[in-house]
């Protein structure tokens, strides 16, 4: 069987961090001569192509097809939102830049505004410089008490980021599949049976969500809808003094508007609830008219004639500590051969922020993996 000796790069997950990883590592292989030949593969048991109110098998788990999804900074004042503002930081880059290359692709360029009814300090810090150095985002600027509802204490809008998720992660999928990407649907039970799929495999990125029996994992609970609006043009945010957040995303290209949500950790539940359903809507509404470009009350009718099209609930993958991002070796069976080491890079629990996060974290699985990309025979000697 020559195709069980052909190099391969195995990718477990067709979710957005994946996606973007699966892309970096094809770039990566194709800068020399000597790896062009490397095969990707991707592995998933779900796949993009999900659109609100039209029938779908997506479960909860798949993260990617649930968000609003938006880019919203966190002030960067521990070490693990350091490390999330890195990466975000490159994610900006690349989203400025498929804006530009590739307008159809599912990212738009949108101003972001935020209402915060307790800011922490790290929020009351934060000024045009420090936002944009940590984010990458420009156009930072503090909101005057007229320009905020009532309760708020600090407000401030900002240049940013909208996904329209299932639509930006097909984009993806099919760059992915014209570079010669290959595909297999399959559930697996460990990220080492992976290793099973080719007979020459160089190393496996495990993006799979919430990893399987990583007991730092848990689901935080979102339960959003999308409506039928289709005229904002900001996505806004509300912090609440309990805790709990309002948020309007648009989602362009006939995505509608996710108007949501909760946050619960640790919550299983994947049917919606009818009475979250009712306060999420209705609490999210009186942002609205602060989501558009002409001064809020202005608008033409208000409160607007708003249609629930789908509810959404997804589930999160949280990792306590953060995102895992590090290689793992370990010896593996292999038959009429000699043992060998199995190496996995592992990229999972990106939590509330895949999005955001995507691209950074995709770099750096390919930095980890650098000495990887060289053939296993050459490493065999070490073993
Ligand atoms: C309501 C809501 C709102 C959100 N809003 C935002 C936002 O505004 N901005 C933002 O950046 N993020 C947002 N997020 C978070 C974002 O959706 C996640 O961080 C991101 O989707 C995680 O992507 P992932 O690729 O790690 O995992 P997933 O999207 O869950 O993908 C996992 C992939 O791995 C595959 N897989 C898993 N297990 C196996 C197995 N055993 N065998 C084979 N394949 C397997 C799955 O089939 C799937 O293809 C939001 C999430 C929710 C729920
Ligand atoms: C990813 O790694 C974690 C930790 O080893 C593991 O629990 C999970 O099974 C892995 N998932 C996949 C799909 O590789
Ligand atoms: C949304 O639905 C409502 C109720 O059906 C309707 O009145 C409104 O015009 C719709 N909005 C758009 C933008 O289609």
């Given at each position: 069987m020559s195709s069980s000796s052909h190099p391969t790069v195995i990718i477990i997950g067709a979710g957005i961090i994946g996606l973007a990883c699966a892309l970096k590592v094809q770039a990566k292989l194709g800068e020399h001569e000597g790896t062009r030949h490397v095969e990707v593969l991707l592995v998933a048991c779900e796949w993009p192509g999900s659109m609100p109110g039209a029938p779908s098998t997506h479960s909860a788990d798949y993260a990617s097809m649930w968000a609003g999804a938006h880019v919203r900074p966190i002030p960067a004042t521990t070490p693990q939102l350091r490390r999330e503002a890195t990466w975000l930081k490159l994610t900006a880059a690349e989203f400025d830049r498929q804006v530009e290359t590739e307008p159809w692709c599912g990212v738009t360029r949108i101003a972001g505004v935020e209402f915060l009814e307790a800011p922490d300090r790290g929020y009351r810090n934060q000024d045009a410089g420090s936002f944009e150095r940590e984010s990458g985002l420009r156009g930072y600027r503090k909101l005057s008490p007229s320009e905020v509802p009532g309760g708020v204490s600090l407000g401030f809008e900002y240049e940013t980021f909208c996904i329209n998720p299932p639509l930006y992660c097909e984009h993806l999928l099919r760059r992915f599949l014209l570079q010669g990407g290959k595909t297999v649907q399959r559930e697996l039970k460990s990220e080492w049976e992976a290793f099973s799929l080719r007979g020459n495999v160089l190393f496996i990125v495990n993006a799979s969500g919430t990893g399987f029996g990583d007991p730092k994992c848990f689901p935080i609970r979102g339960q959003t809808v999308v409506t039928?609006?289709?005229?904002?043009t900001k996505t806004v945010t509300r912090h609440n003094k309990d805790g709990s957040r309002s948020f309007l995303i648009p989602r362009f290209f006939n995505g509608g508007t996710i108007v949501g949500g909760t946050v619960e950790p640790g919550d299983w539940r994947t049917e919606p609830d009818s009475a979250t359903r009712s306060r999420i809507f209705a609490a999210g509404l009186t942002i609205?008219?602060?989501?558009?470009?002409?001064?809020?009350?202005?608008?033409?009718?208000?409160?607007r004639n708003v249609k629930v099209v789908s509810d959404v609930v997804g589930r999160r993958p949280t990792r306590e500590g953060g995102m895992r991002l590090e290689v793992e070796e370990r010896a593996l069976v292999q038959h009429n051969r000699k043992p060998t080491a199995g190496r996995v890079v592992h990229a999972y629990g990106a939590g509330g922020r895949g999005y955001e996060v995507s691209w950074g974290v995709a770099s750096e699985v390919v930095e980890l993996a650098g000495p990887l990309f060289e053939p296993r025979a050459s490493l065999g000697a070490k073993l």
């Open positions: 039928n609006l289709s005229d904002i609205e008219p602060y989501a558009h470009d002409d001064t809020p009350g202005s608008h033409a009718e208000s409160p």
